[in-house]
């Protein structure tokens, strides 16, 4: 990324989650470039860490915590603490989910729940803790659901991932709502098939070619594609945008050529 020309977070305080790699620290490092100061997490040992200290080491002012969002009382502590050293709360990015998918004739009642566990409840888990800070001198929500929740899919297994993600563009709705009134903005993001360490691990070549295949734009997403528009939701840009869910995949929730 390029060092940009105007800082459009400047003095931000945010909150983002999942910044082991990918999009979680594409957004990161834009986010910090455009002068945010940032509390990130990770479920992964050490990692969250390891991308602020790289950052730090640039000048900017990033902390990264190891964090196991599906753990309630452990979310909360860490959206209090960060808060605490902020001094506050502009943006909460949800980022972070985990996955899990399988045909839905072979889909067990336990992979449901731990899906729905680790990609809708951890988005209550941060939010909820958040929420007063957030509407204390109107704050945004930014998050992260997917084309999933848009369109359905057969060969992917994805009954369990489309609902929870579905829940979250509701979700993102009704903070909308409720928050409007304290200033509060949320919107959702809704990516198509982005390449990242998760989702390569997780997708095998079939079904990344499948993905490809149904895009207008035949390329897998980055980080970046992403992180820009993430930028403009935190940013005063969008300040009359909320309620939304924006698709980002490339077209393929347009249409087939």
């Not at 002068?35 to 790289?54: F, H, L, Y």
């Not at 960060?82 to 980022?95: E, Q």
């Given at each position: 990324?390029?060092?940009?020309?105007?800082?459009?977070?400047?003095?931000?305080?945010?909150?983002?989650?999942?910044?082991?790699?990918?999009?979680?620290?594409?957004?990161?490092?834009?986010?910090?470039?455009?002068?945010?100061?940032?509390?990130?997490?990770?479920?992964?040992?050490?990692?969250?860490?390891?991308?602020?200290?790289?950052?730090?080491?640039?000048?900017?002012?990033?902390?990264?915590?190891?964090?196991?969002?599906?753990?309630?009382?452990?979310?909360?502590?860490?959206?209090?603490?960060?808060?605490?050293?902020?001094?506050?709360?502009?943006?909460?990015?949800?980022?972070?989910?985990?996955?899990?998918?399988?045909?839905?004739?072979?889909?067990?009642?336990?992979?449901?729940r731990h899906v729905l566990h680790v990609e809708l409840d951890i988005v209550f888990h941060t939010t909820q803790p958040a929420w007063r800070h957030l509407c204390d001198g109107g704050g945004v929500v930014i998050n992260t659901a997917s084309y999933s929740a848009l369109r359905g899919i057969a060969p992917l297994g994805q009954a369990a991932h489309a609902a929870a993600k579905g829940g979250v563009?509701?979700?993102?709705?009704?903070?909308?709502?409720?928050?409007?009134?304290?200033?509060?903005?949320?919107?959702?993001?809704?990516?198509?098939?982005?390449?990242?360490?998760?989702?390569?691990?997780?997708?095998?070549?079939?079904?990344?070619?499948?993905?490809?295949?149904?895009?207008?734009?035949?390329?897998?997403?980055?980080?970046?594609?992403?992180?820009?528009?993430?930028?403009?939701?935190?940013?005063?840009?969008?300040?009359?945008?909320?309620?939304?869910?924006?698709?980002?995949?490339?077209?393929?929730?347009?249409?087939?050529?």
């Amino acid at each position: 990324m390029t060092e940009p020309q105007a800082r459009r977070l400047e003095g931000k305080r945010v909150l983002l989650t999942g910044t082991a790699g990918g999009q979680g620290a594409a957004a990161q490092r834009l986010f910090a470039e455009h002068g945010a100061r940032i509390a990130g997490c990770d479920i992964q040992p050490e990692a969250a860490a390891r991308t602020a200290e790289e950052l730090r080491a640039e000048g900017y002012d990033v902390t990264g915590s190891n964090v196991d969002l599906s753990d309630a009382a452990a979310a909360g502590e860490w959206v209090e603490s960060s808060a605490a050293r902020l001094g506050g709360i502009d943006v909460l990015y949800n980022n972070a989910a985990g996955f899990g998918f399988a045909p839905f004739a072979e889909m067990g009642l336990d992979l449901w729940r731990h899906v729905l566990h680790v990609e809708l409840d951890i988005v209550f888990h941060t939010t909820q803790p958040a929420w007063r800070h957030l509407c204390d001198g109107g704050g945004v929500v930014i998050n992260t659901a997917s084309y999933s929740a848009l369109r359905g899919i057969a060969p992917l297994g994805q009954a369990a991932h489309a609902a929870a993600k579905g829940g979250v563009v509701a979700m993102t709705k009704t903070l909308a709502a409720e928050g409007a009134a304290h200033g509060v903005r949320a919107n959702a993001i809704s990516p198509g098939f982005v390449s990242s360490p998760a989702t390569d691990a997780a997708v095998d070549a079939e079904g990344r070619a499948w993905q490809l295949s149904k895009k207008l734009i035949q390329r897998p997403g980055t980080g970046a594609d992403i992180a820009y528009l993430a930028l403009y939701l935190a940013s005063d840009e969008s300040s009359w945008v909320t309620g939304q869910n924006f698709s980002i995949d490339g077209g393929a929730t347009a249409g087939f050529r």
